[in-house]
Each structure stands twice: as C-alpha cells, then as structure tokens.
C-alpha cells in the first residue's frame, strides 16, 4: 500500500492542483509550492497554462499537455517519471481537475501502478455555486455538462431528478437555456440558480424558478454553473398526461405491469409505483 505524501514536501507522486476560477489570489500556497516544484506540469491547455503561470509569477518549468483526446497517450510518460521518483502536477483550465476535465485515466493509472496521487484542493465551481445560491446544498449531484443530444439529456435529468437531491451543472452560452426548458419539462417547477462568471469581475447570481424562465434576467455572456434545488415536499415534475406518456414509453419497452409502473415511477418524481400502476391498467384497458 503506497502512503501518499504531503505536497511540502514534493516527495514522488501526481498532484491534482486546483488553479483559480478567475481570482488569482485563490491559488493556495500550497499549490503555489507544488507548481513551482513539480518536475512536469500537465495542463489542459499549455498556452493557457502557461499564462496562469506568468500571471501568478511561477517559473515556468516543463508543461506537457493532457487533455480529452490525448490524455491515454500521456500516461505512459508519467508513470514512467514517477517510477523514475520523478513529480508531475495535473491542472485543468481553471477550478479542479477531473470534475468535467480530463484527469481520470492518469489517476486511475497511477492508482493501479501503486504511485502516489496527491490532492492539493482549491476552487471549484460546483462549490462555489452551492456556497452562494441559496439552495439546499445537501445532497446534491454534480452532473458536469449536460449531453448534447436531447434525448440524452432528458435521460440523465430523470435519473438524477428522481433522488430528490440538488443538482449542479455547467453549460455553454448557446445551450443554457435549452438545457434550463429540458429540465423544467422532466424536473418541475424548481428553484434554480444560475451562476455566471464565478470569483471574476462580471460574477454574478441569478435566483428564479425553472417554470418561470421568461422572468430571468441572465446576460448570455461568460462561463455559467446552473443549481437546480430540490423538488418541494409533494411537487410532481409532470402532470397526469405527462406520467401516461411515460407509462407509454415504458410499455413499449416490456416488461412485467408492476416493472414497467416501478421504471415510470422513478421518471417521475412525485408519483408512486401505485399510482403509476393504477393509471397503467387504464392504458391496458
């Protein structure tokens, strides 16, 4: 069993540096001391990382780029300094590696090879959203960004919509108020929060309701955190017809009655497998 070991003293290992959202002054000491010391920096983006450094007045020292689709092609160097009692540090674009960024393979690869890996924790945008929007903040599910495709996306916005919990996710400018109408239509009527440009100058908090979008005020300008809160004690996230189009899905895709009302039930919180089964025998007749 590997015993990871403190960053102070920069001891042979993979650091997950967290890097400010926007705020400079957000980088620990910590990080600050790891960055410096790390014999290769893994950055999403060298030029960007590169950037950061200057900024921040770090020397700059070796950077190799690790990102979606060159990540597995990296590990065999990093496993290969490391086993040499080399250090690597990995930084994403901003906030924490591996929450929607690349980072997974590497510390799972180095987990499995019995390397260290050392966390050197920081700014995260999830955080940062749940510590300021108002809503409950536990417990809540980190979603990253939401699938592209419609149905996709309706999908995972039932799942995590049926625990009852927060839920957090990032979105583009061009899409956000596309994915807020997807989870109005699958989630309910929600408090929601948007958080735009978090820890920068334009930061900013927008509190509302997911069946009262055209009230909000959000300039489509920036990085967005959206915080959808729970459903309140007895909400339904669809309505009658809503949960008999569900039940039609369901149907379609087999199933003993009681399974198929159970599968329809989960989609639709706020309703009971009974429920969901007594309306079933109604499609059925």
């Given at each position: 069993m590997v015993k990871d070991t403190p960053?102070?003293?920069?001891?042979?290992?993979?650091?997950?540096v967290a890097t400010p959202l926007g705020n400079l002054g957000d980088l620990s000491a910590r990080a600050r001391a790891v960055l410096a010391g790390a014999d290769l920096v893994l950055a999403e983006d060298t030029r960007r990382?590169?950037?950061?450094?200057?900024?921040?007045?770090?020397?700059?020292?070796?950077?190799?780029?690790?990102?979606?689709?060159?990540?597995?092609?990296?590990?065999?160097?990093?496993?290969?300094?490391?086993?040499?009692?080399?250090?690597?540090?990995?930084?994403?674009?901003a906030g924490t590696p591996l929450l929607s960024d690349p980072g997974f393979a590497l510390v799972r690869a180095c987990r499995?090879?019995?390397?260290?890996?050392?966390?050197?924790?920081?700014?995260?945008?999830?955080l940062a959203a749940l510590m300021a929007c108002g809503l409950p903040p536990l417990p809540f599910t980190f979603l990253g960004f939401l699938p592209r495709s419609g149905g996709d996306r309706r999908r995972l916005l039932e799942t995590h919509g049926a625990t009852g919990a927060t839920l957090v996710f990032f979105e583009r400018k061009n899409r956000l108020m596309d994915s807020l109408e997807a989870a109005h239509a699958v989630l309910g009527p929600r408090e929601v929060c948007i958080a735009r440009e978090l820890t920068k100058i334009h930061e900013a908090f927008t509190i509302g309701r997911l069946d009262a979008l055209?009230?909000?005020?959000?300039p489509l300008l920036g990085e967005f955190t959206v915080v959808v809160g729970p459903p309140a004690p007895g909400t339904r996230a669809v309505d009658e017809d809503g949960l008999r189009a569900i039940l039609r899905e369901e149907l379609a895709a087999g199933g003993k009655p009681r399974e198929v009302a159970r599968r329809a039930a989960a989609r639709a919180p706020g309703w009971t497998t009974g429920q969901a089964y007594d309306l079933l025998g109604g499609l059925n007749g």
């Amino acid at each position: 069993m590997v015993k990871d070991t403190p960053a102070a003293a920069l001891a042979s290992a993979l650091y997950v540096v967290a890097t400010p959202l926007g705020n400079l002054g957000d980088l620990s000491a910590r990080a600050r001391a790891v960055l410096a010391g790390a014999d290769l920096v893994l950055a999403e983006d060298t030029r960007r990382a590169g950037t950061l450094f200057k900024a921040l007045g770090i020397p700059a020292r070796g950077f190799l780029s690790c990102h979606e689709h060159n990540e597995k092609e990296r590990l065999g160097r990093v496993l290969e300094l490391l086993g040499q009692g080399g250090s690597a540090a990995l930084v994403s674009d901003a906030g924490t590696p591996l929450l929607s960024d690349p980072g997974f393979a590497l510390v799972r690869a180095c987990r499995e090879a019995g390397l260290a890996v050392v966390p050197v924790p920081g700014p995260s945008a999830p955080l940062a959203a749940l510590m300021a929007c108002g809503l409950p903040p536990l417990p809540f599910t980190f979603l990253g960004f939401l699938p592209r495709s419609g149905g996709d996306r309706r999908r995972l916005l039932e799942t995590h919509g049926a625990t009852g919990a927060t839920l957090v996710f990032f979105e583009r400018k061009n899409r956000l108020m596309d994915s807020l109408e997807a989870a109005h239509a699958v989630l309910g009527p929600r408090e929601v929060c948007i958080a735009r440009e978090l820890t920068k100058i334009h930061e900013a908090f927008t509190i509302g309701r997911l069946d009262a979008l055209g009230e909000l005020d959000v300039p489509l300008l920036g990085e967005f955190t959206v915080v959808v809160g729970p459903p309140a004690p007895g909400t339904r996230a669809v309505d009658e017809d809503g949960l008999r189009a569900i039940l039609r899905e369901e149907l379609a895709a087999g199933g003993k009655p009681r399974e198929v009302a159970r599968r329809a039930a989960a989609r639709a919180p706020g309703w009971t497998t009974g429920q969901a089964y007594d309306l079933l025998g109604g499609l059925n007749g």
